[in-house]
């Protein structure tokens, strides 16, 4: 019931600080079983780390390729409809429940396994590193975009969108090729 009241009302905040108290509290119990894993058992850390940062990829890149397939639809709603204003609910959502956390928990499992893993060394990593960089600039410009749809101020294009879609899709190649090829 309190979905279908949601998609009626997108505007309800309950329903939204309801479902960011559960992110919230997925997030910390997360972090608190690293540390206790990391703390507990140091030498068994590293297979967790690279599954928790894989999780965390494919998580983010979900969202990244998620959301602008949003805003396609978007823009051809109305502004201020119900449709509109869903979507805002939606993008914003997605932002900030998944994209932003999966980022983060990217960076810092990511930055983790290059150190303890291969201690920054490799043409390799630093290629990955420059490709995950300009995934996150991306991840930057889609967010500014979130808050452009929230005010109603979006001026690109469906076309626009679904090239911009393409951007993660490419950098998530190059990214998968760098880290199992290992190419230099």
Sequence with gaps: MARSNEMNNPGNTNSTGQAMIRMTVGIAALIVLTALLFFVAPDRFYPWAKAIHILAV????AGMLYLPRLFVYHVDAEK?????????????????????????????????????GFAFQGGWLHAKIAAVLLMSAVHGYLAGAVRKFARDSNEKSAKHWRM???????????????VVVKPF
């Excluded at 494919?58 to 890149?61: A, L, N, Q, R, T």
């Excluded at 983060?104 to 499992?109: E, L």
């Excluded at 490419?170 to 760098?178: D, E, F, G, K, R």
């Design 80 to 116: 201020g409809s119900v449709q509109s204003e869903t979507f805002k609910v939606m993008e914003r959502r997605l932002l900030r429940g998944i994209i932003n956390p999966a980022m983060i928990v990217t960076w810092m499992f990511g930055l983790w396994l290059a150190w303890k």
């Design 164 to 178: 911009v879609n393409e951007i993660p899709t490419l950098l998530m190649i190059a990214i998968v090729i760098l």
């Design 58 to 61: 494919i998580s983010w890149m």
